[in-house]
């Protein structure tokens, strides 16, 4: 099923990114029939690809930026450091300040026989956790 894209933003940043794509295989020398043979997709995909059309697939994109020897943007893309957005929004949810008032855990009551027998208190804690 092809998504419709309705916003003109989104299609005209695929038409651009379509466009890109071209300029590089052209500055390459690669033909629409060699590129879609390292791709392995159809020349009718490469040409759509090229059009920005947004029912192609992501990994043919993926597979188009191996072959250009650009793979490398596609991980950077959104990538969580370089995020602006992301970086602003973690920024903003922060807590204000922390409290530092936590109950702590109550230790359990031994009774006087076990006190006698044992210097060290007993604890119930599987996780080995000491505070």
């Known amino acids: 099923m ?3 894209i309705n916003s003109l933003n ?7 990114l379509g466009a890109n794509i071209k300029t590089a295989r052209l500055k390459r020398r690669i033909s629409i029939k060699g590129f879609a043979g390292r791709i392995g997709v159809s ?3 490469v040409i ?3 059009k920005g059309h947004e029912g192609v697939s992501i990994g043919t994109l993926a597979m188009a930026c191996l072959v250009l020897g650009e793979l490398g ?8 450091g370089s995020d602006d957005i992301g ?3 973690t920024r903003e949810n922060l807590p204000k300040r922390i409290d530092g008032k936590r109950k702590r855990k109550s230790l359990p009551k031994s009774s ?4 006698k027998q044992s210097h060290s208190p007993k604890v119930d804690n599987e996780e080995g956790v000491g505070f």
Do not use: G, H, Q
Not at 10 to 16: G, I, Q, V
Not at 73 to 80: G, P, Q, W
Not at 112 to 115: A, F, K, L, V
């Open 87 to 89: 970086l602003l929004l």
């Open 2 to 4: 092809t998504v419709r």
């Open 48 to 50: 759509r690809l090229e």
């Open 10 to 16: 989104a299609r005209k940043a695929l038409e651009a």
């Open 43 to 45: 020349e009718s995909t």
């Open 73 to 80: 943007r596609i991980s950077d893309f959104l990538d969580a």
């Open 112 to 115: 006087s026989n076990n006190d």
